[in-house]
């Protein structure tokens, strides 16, 4: 076969990722989100791997990617086809006859039953079509890493949108106990306005600060609703009828992720996968564009019956055939194979500094998603310690109130304190939760060791 045969682009990957503390071998278990022991989140990935419409028309792409690719085999073999007909003429008689160029003086009708077997061949002498199949098959490759690519994306989103909605109802139970404890303290501070024990500004201080809090939790279960209805969509189920129960998240330790070599995010992504085939399928077509300057060999042929009478027609000495071996030489195409495969070396190209760039980012996305579990992990536990010195100072600043030592400001900074601490504890939680899904993701998600 003419044409350069498939050498993957010279890379140097690093040793070792930067931010990884160890180097593991080990491979991610295919159900990568049964790491986390939350059956629930099995649930949610099942269904959206089942019903999810985007992931659907990935594989629906995938069929006609190999079909193409059959389509494309077919041509190794020869096209054979019937094309039987029957056909009656009746000649005039004032015809002339193309022999003597004399007035033919009599009719006739003709019949004539043929039934013809045809062939044709193109005798692959260059690998024109052998090329074009590698190409059609490296395309179809290309699309099942896409489809595989989409389908890890659409599970990191479950998980992600998940925990995102743990979140939120962490966020409102935090919001609805600070709620029923703020209405106490309006409550217990209308007893003190009317017995004179306390200012009606600190009353109308503790309502401002009641009422802010309340606003604050109708968001925060507004944006509840809209990330269930987003998580319906990947589900492939419709917003009206889907529910997930409230689960406040709690804190939880990630999964350990085995991290590995950099050099295995070249076979374990699949979008890496899917632009290395593409890079295979641009260097099968420079093939096929250098066959077109060499000349083409086909075969054609036909073989069968033909006869005047239908009784005599499948007889031995009805039988007929054919056979036309030919060759088409390109001598003049105004510069237009120069030119096409010039565009087609430019097109490999461009699919190679793809391919690198896809691979730079692999390698950046690792990175990221590595600095951001360990930078979440240190931030939830000064955040857990945060939380705990609001607590004590809410305390202290209630008790020292209580006696007059302090006004209510003091009361209010301290509550909008631990509120704002315990929000921000949970909203990292979720990051670190986040941040090993995106590790995941960004290393190809679960592979099963070959057998």
Same mark, same amino acid.
């Given at each position: 076969?003419? *044409? ?17 503390? =160890? ?141 995102? @909605? ?30 004179? @024990?306390?200012?009606?500004?600190? $009353?109308?201080?503790?309502?401002? @600060? ?23 969509? $990947? ?51 420079? *093939? ?30 009805? *039988? ?5 071996? *030919?060759?088409? $030489?390109p001598i003049f195409e105004g510069g237009r194979l120069k030119a096409n495969l010039a565009a087609t070396r430019a097109q490999y190209r461009q699919t190679v ?29 000064? $955040? ?9 100072? @809410?305390?202290? =600043? ?54």
């Open positions: 076969m003419v *044409g350069p045969d498939y050498k993957r682009p010279q890379l140097a990957p690093p040793q070792a990722f930067k931010s990884q503390t =160890a180097s593991s071998p080990d491979l991610i278990a295919p159900a990568w989100w049964r790491l986390y022991g939350d059956p629930e989140l099995d649930r949610l990935v099942t269904v959206a791997t089942d019903s999810n419409q985007t992931l659907r028309q990935a594989v629906a792409a995938v069929d006609q990617a190999r079909a193409v690719a059959r389509i494309a085999a077919s041509f190794l073999a020869p096209t054979i086809t019937a094309d039987p007909t029957l056909t009656r003429e009746r000649t005039s008689a004032t015809r002339e006859s193309t022999f003597s160029g004399q007035t033919v003086g009599t009719n006739a009708t003709i019949t004539d039953w043929l039934v013809p077997i045809d062939l044709t061949y193109e005798i692959d002498v260059w690998g024109r079509v052998r090329r074009g199949l590698e190409s059609a098959r490296a395309q179809a490759v290309a699309t099942s890493d896409d489809e595989a690519a989409v389908r890890l994306m659409v599970q990191t989103d479950v998980a992600q949108f998940y925990y995102t @909605l743990r979140l939120l109802d962490a966020q409102i139970e935090i919001l609805t106990q600070t709620v029923d404890s703020y209405r106490e303290q309006v409550r217990i501070l209308s007893v003190q306005v009317r017995t004179g @024990l306390t200012s009606p500004i600190a $009353l109308s201080q503790a309502d401002a @600060l009641l009422q802010s809090t309340l606003a604050q939790q109708q968001d925060f279960e507004r944006a509840r609703a809209d990330q269930e209805h987003a998580l319906a969509i $990947l589900c492939g189920q419709p917003a009206p009828s889907f529910s997930v129960p409230p689960n406040p998240l709690q804190e939880i330790s990630p999964p350990d992720v085995p991290v590995g070599l950099p050099a295995m995010l070249l076979t374990r992504r699949p979008d890496v996968a899917a632009t290395e085939e593409a890079v295979v399928a641009a260097n099968a077509q420079i *093939g096929v564009a250098m066959a077109e300057f060499y000349p083409q060999f086909t075969l054609a042929s036909f073989a069968g019956f033909e006869s005047a009478n239908l009784k005599n027609l499948t007889e031995w000495k009805s *039988g007929i055939a054919s056979i036309i071996p *030919g060759v088409s $030489l500094a793809a391919y690198v760039n896809q691979v730079l980012i692999a390698y950046a996305d690792v990175e990221d998603a590595l600095t951001d579990l360990h930078a979440y992990t240190d931030e939830v536990a000064d $955040l857990r310690n945060a939380v705990t010195a609001s607590q004590e100072y @809410l305390r202290l =600043a209630n008790a020292q109130f209580s006696i007059g030592l302090v006004d209510y400001l003091t009361v209010i900074d301290a509550e909008r304190t631990l509120l704002a601490n315990q929000l921000l504890f949970t909203q990292n939680v979720n990051s670190q939760l986040g941040s090993s899904i995106r590790l995941i993701k960004a290393l190809g998600g679960g592979w099963q060791a070959a057998p």
